[in-house]
């Protein structure tokens, strides 16, 4: 199951029972606990929480959101640098939000905000249930070319990666 990936508006409504999203948060973040998904907070959106709590409250807040079991993923080169091209590509997209996207992109986690209004503005995935899909279906996809990006993304691997048929 994948996991699911809060924004800084999840965590305060989760931190903070006078917050609009408080409720809301509760319930999300127990439903996802329930289903046994991972919760994490990316390091940006965990800064953004930081900064709200009152000066001397910042270890109170750090170990709430550790006793929620929610892990907190680092700020790597390469979610900075995947959060830029979001950005450059959807100029409404404010960094903050483009560095979460990134790091629920780069986990393949669902991602859970809500916008100003409290609106949910992504949902608990995956919306219908997933289905598998014929070989045969599928036998077009390896005359395609390679992601152009896919170089660069086995970089980060440590092991030696082969073609499990031998092609």
Known sequence: MAALILDASVLIGLLDRADAHHERSVADVERADQEGRSLI??????????????????????????????????????????????????????LPDAMVLACARMLGGDLLTYDESGRPVAELGPIRARRWVDAADLRELWDLPADPALEHDLEGFRADLGDAWGR
């Open 41 to 94: 907070v990316a390091a940006s959106a965990y800064s953004e929480v930081v900064a709200f709590a009152r000066a001397g409250r910042i270890a109170e807040a750090r170990d709430a959101i550790a006793a929620m079991g929610i892990t907190v993923a680092p700020l790597t080169a390469r979610a900075a640098e995947q959060a830029a091209a979001l950005r450059a590509q959807h100029a409404s997209l404010r």
